[in-house]
């Protein structure tokens, strides 16, 4: 059974940094591309940043680039987004989903996703 839960979401103050991780069973990293996506308030769902192991490749949103880095330990079947310099517009629910495109988005057919971890980014 495929299953992805996400943790380390909270509040931090603009400017700080949060890592979130994507704890991952069913699949391996190996054969299937992960990505972060997110929901603001009042927002469409958008990608944040995907991984491809297999093919030693990642993808950033904008919004992300120079500021968030996706990861993965294989190990652990766990992938991680470090968030630095974080802004009140990075707030939203940030979710793992798999799998993904090479432009980050979720694959047509089965895929999966996890609950979701909230992001408040406030002072």
């Known amino acids: 059974q495929v299953q992805l839960v996400e943790s380390g979401g909270g509040l931090v103050e603009p400017g700080g940094s949060l890592r979130l991780a994507c704890s991952i069973s069913?699949?391996?990293?190996?054969?299937?591309?992960v990505g972060w996506f997110r929901q603001g308030p009042g927002k469409e769902r958008e990608a944040v940043a995907c991984l491809s192991i297999g093919d030693a490749n990642t993808y950033y949103a904008d919004s992300a680039k120079g500021r968030f880095i996706i990861s993965a330990d294989v190990t652990k079947s766990t992938v991680y987004l470090q968030m630095n310099s974080l802004k009140p517009e990075d707030t939203g629910v940030y979710y793992c989903?798999?799998?993904?495109?090479?432009?980050?988005?979720?694959?047509?057919?089965?895929?999966?996703r996890g609950p979701g971890t909230q992001v408040t980014v406030s002072s």
């Open positions: 069913g699949f391996s990293l190996d054969y299937y591309d």
């Open positions: 989903a798999a799998p993904t495109t090479p432009s980050c988005t979720v694959a047509r057919g089965p895929n999966h």
